[in-house]
């Protein structure tokens, strides 16, 4: 199983970018997908999450500035993220939680990581 992350990069505070990840592989179901971030000096943070039945969660920090969707066609999330302030600077990273048999436990995996900064 693979994440593909794509979508950071150097934005102005309060622009946009929109995150993507798609996951690859051998894969029977994908329970939940979502993002994480770090920034320098930092733990990893949940930012968003979706399960499969399309509940979503977001940290307060990120509430009304950013959206997490899913196409579960392409086993890939999307997370918008509006009005970016230097704070969300940090490396965001996919997590997906899934199963890749019917008989198997959920397992959970991560992308590489893709940076996001935020500055003028």
């Known amino acids: 199983v693979q994440l593909a992350e794509s979508g950071g990069g150097l934005v102005q505070p309060g622009g946009s970018l929109r995150l993507s990840c798609e996951a690859s592989g051998s894969i029977f179901s994908i329970e939940v997908m979502g993002w994480h971030r770090q920034a320098p000096g930092k733990g990893r943070e949940l930012v968003a999450r979706?399960?499969?039945?399309?509940?979503?969660y977001y940290a307060d920090s990120v509430k009304g500035r950013f959206t997490l969707s899913r196409d579960n066609t392409k086993n890939t999330v999307y997370l918008q993220m509006n009005s970016l302030k230097p704070e969300d600077a940090a490396v965001y990273y996919c997590?997906?939680?899934?199963?890749?048999?019917?008989?198997?436990?959920?397992?959970?995996?991560w992308g590489q990581g893709t940076l996001v900064t935020v500055s003028s």
């Open positions: 979706i399960t499969g039945g399309d509940n979503t």
């Open positions: 997590n997906a939680e899934l199963r890749r048999h019917a008989s198997d436990y959920r397992g959970s995996y």
